[in-house]
């Protein structure tokens, strides 16, 4: 089992503003991950591939898990914080909230791919859900997603710290002040 103590997870459901909070903490010069999912499905777009949420579900998950530990593994030897937008853990609960293929796979990887037991979890928020060309869920599916989260990072021993609805930047230094104060108690 990996454990990496520097690696940080945002999660939520779609459309709560982990990627721009992502960008934030990027811009303040740490280490950020962007999510899996998206990317997966722009390169499925743009080759008329079928491994998409809308499409063959089994073949997105296998290829989200694929692309997390792939993720994961690349910033192994960092000892930088790190900040992933999703994690291994947001697979399973993909995969648990479609009622999709055997979980014992993704059980498998998250259990053995670990990041650091604090979680930021972004609730939803309405005011600036949109969906776009990769997030076609409507907000009840995002509110479904997320309470997904929250069942599957608490019953993989993970703690969930919700980022509260602010700007950005205000996000950020939220996520930041809590890292620190964890460096030091």
């Not at 530990?69 to 947001?90: H, K, M, S, V, W």
């Not at 997320?146 to 930047?169: C, F, K, S, W």
């Amino acid at each position: 089992m990996h454990s990496k103590e520097n690696f940080f997870i945002l999660t939520g459901g779609p459309g709560a503003g982990k990627s721009t909070l992502l960008e934030a903490l990027g811009q303040r010069g740490y280490d950020t991950v962007p999510e899996a999912g998206r990317i997966i499905i722009q390169e499925q777009v743009k080759l008329k591939g079928n491994a998409l949420p809308w499409a063959d579900t089994a073949a997105y998950s296998q290829r989200m898990l694929e692309k997390s530990i792939a993720d994961y593994q690349e910033f192994l030897t960092t000892t930088n914080t790190c900040f992933f937008d999703r994690g291994i853990p947001d697979v399973l609960g993909y995969v648990q909230l479609i009622n999709g293929p055997d979980t014992a796979l993704y059980e498998s990887a998250v259990a053995e791919f670990r990041y650091n037991t604090d979680v930021f979890i972004l609730p939803p928020w309405k005011d600036i859900y949109q969906q776009d060309t990769e997030r076609k869920q409507d907000f009840e599916t995002a509110v479904a997603t997320y309470r997904q989260m929250v069942e599957t990072y608490t019953a993989n021993g993970y703690t969930l710290i919700e980022v509260p609805h602010d700007v950005p930047t205000a996000r950020a230094t939220f996520v930041l002040n809590h890292l620190y104060t964890l460096r030091t108690l």
